[in-house]
T-cell receptor
Framework: AQSVTQLDSHVSVSEGTPVLLRCNYS??????LFWYVQHPNKGLQLLLK??????LVKGINGFEAEFKKSETSFHLTKPSAHMSDAAEYFC????????????FGAGTRLAVHP | DAGVTQSPTHLIKTRGQHVTLRCSPI?????VSWYQQVLGQGPQFIFQ???????GRGNFPDRFSARQFPNYSSELNVNALLLGDSALYLC?????????????FGPGTRLTVT
């Protein structure tokens, strides 16, 4: 069965410093992985996705993630945090069935301080 | 183009009542999925419909049901509401099914059961 584990429930950074949100996955085959962001009282927005092409995936708003098979990781990074990045971030794996059921991690709340 | 729309935005119901939530997918999208997000947790998959047929069902009781209409909009029905059904219900649409297909989420319906 597919699953994802987000290693930090809360991350706090200062504006202008790097962001690292950690995610490990479990999958019996080559996974499809996603990062979604959820701002307060808003729906989920897709940041980026990995689908077995390039291992370094660039997304919106300056975010990127690197797929590392040997470490079963898919960490999300951004070189310089902005106040508007404060939100809940979800690492997601797509199920192996014939449909695209998404399996979400528990989420990481990112706080950005001035 | 309009994104995924959901109605109502908020809903308050009493235990034992029935509720119907509605979702309109992005124009041209034929697949709709429903997720439940309990406060402080990641979304959990409830159903997926594609071309008006159920393609997948999550681990939810039979009190939960859904359907998709010829115009690809969808309804989620929950009978005999319990306090534990209080959650944000998210609808997502995609052009088709498959592990690598992106899903686009609506803003959700916040259901409170008292």
């Amino acid at each position: 069965a597919q699953s994802v584990t987000q290693l930090d429930s809360h991350v706090s950074v200062s504006e202008g410093t790097p962001v690292l949100l950690r995610c490990n996955y479990s999958s019996s085959y080559s996974p499809s992985l996603f990062w979604y962001v959820q701002h307060p009282n808003k729906g989920l927005q897709l940041l980026l996705k990995y689908t077995s092409a390039a291992t370094l995936v660039k997304g919106i708003n300056g975010f990127e993630a690197e797929f590392k098979k040997s470490e079963t990781s898919f960490h999300l990074t951004k070189p310089s945090a902005h106040m508007s990045d404060a939100a809940e971030y979800f690492c997601v794996v797509s199920d192996s069935g014939g449909y695209n059921k998404l399996i979400f991690g528990a989420g990481t709340r990112l706080a950005v301080h001035p | 183009d309009a994104g995924v729309t959901q109605s109502p935005t908020h809903l308050i119901k009493t235990r034992g009542q029935h509720v119907t939530l509605r979702c309109s997918p992005i124009s041209g999208h034929k697949s709709v999925s429903w997720y439940q997000q309990v406060l402080g947790q990641g979304p959990q998959f409830i159903f997926q419909y594609y071309e008006k047929e159920e393609r997948g069902r999550g681990n939810f009781p039979d009190r939960f049901s859904a359907r998709q209409f010829p115009n690809y909009s969808s309804e989620l029905n929950v009978n005999a509401l319990l306090l534990g059904d209080s959650a944000l219900y998210l609808c997502a649409s995609s052009s088709t099914t498959g592990r690598v297909v992106e899903q686009y989420f609506g803003p959700g319906t916040r259901l409170t059961v008292t």
